[in-house]
């Protein structure tokens, strides 16, 4: 597929800009909603953190009705105990007996082993007029750039096992029963000396959006 036939649609500075109206209403299910990231406190000290994503606590408050899916199961038993509507489940092969009018992947999809599979998933698990949502890091961000000038190699997250860009993740998603209706880049505030170039070529910009459903 060449890239002029990809859906590209307005670029947007937050995800919830697309997202909120999804979800508003809509019976729906996000994907990977414990928040395992590392972080530094004051004394250098390595912490773990365990709460809900930020898109997740984003999404309800555009909806609260919302089943979050996660399969770090001691986690979740938390959420559940702060009225998080939640359960434990591994999104590449869950069977959750339903179908949802809107799926969110919010940057799951460069930590699986097997995407093709998690997308046929998906595909089992949407309502035939339901809508995917995937947002994943765009691998030709300004900054990989940069970084491999300074250090002679791009950025790769300890978790990550791949990187899609909107044509081969467009090409995947036709594989797996799903049709791409729509691709939004997604440039979130930065350092502007180091990242200005993603505002005169898209596809220097952080991560983007795509929009599928069913075949």
């Known amino acids: 597929m060449s890239e002029l ?3 590209f649609k307005h670029s947007v500075k937050d995800r919830m800009e697309v997202i909120g ?31 809900a994503t930020s898109l997740h606590a984003a999404i309800r408050e555009f909806n609260d009705d919302v089943l979050g899916v996660d399969i770090d199961s001691e986690s979740i038993d938390i959420l559940s105990g702060l009225d998080y509507k939640v359960k434990v489940a591994d999104v590449i092969t869950m069977q959750l007996g339903e179908k949802f009018e809107t799926i969110i992947a919010g940057d799951i999809i460069e930590h699986l082993d097997n995407a093709g599979q998690f997308l046929c998933n998906l595909a089992e698990h949407l309502t035939d007029e339901g809508v995917l949502v995937i947002t994943t890091p765009n691998p030709f961000y300004i900054k ?8 002679n190699r791009p950025q790769v997250h300890e978790a990550h096992t791949c990187w899609f860009c909107p044509g081969t993740l467009t090409n995947l998603c036709s594989r797996c029963g799903l049709k791409v209706t729509a691709i939004h880049w997604i440039r979130r505030p930065g350092q502007w000396i180091r990242t200005w170039p993603k505002h005169l070529r898209d ?9 599928a459903e069913k075949r």
């Open 5 to 7: 036939s990809l859906p």
């Open 21 to 51: 109206p999804l979800v508003t209403g809509s019976k729906t299910l996000d994907l990977g909603v414990v928040d395992s990231r590392t972080q530094k406190d004051a004394t250098a000290a390595r912490l773990t953190v365990k709460g």
């Open 144 to 151: 990989q750039t940069w970084k491999i000038w300074r250090y």
């Open 203 to 211: 596809y220097f910009s952080n991560s983007f959006m795509l929009l």
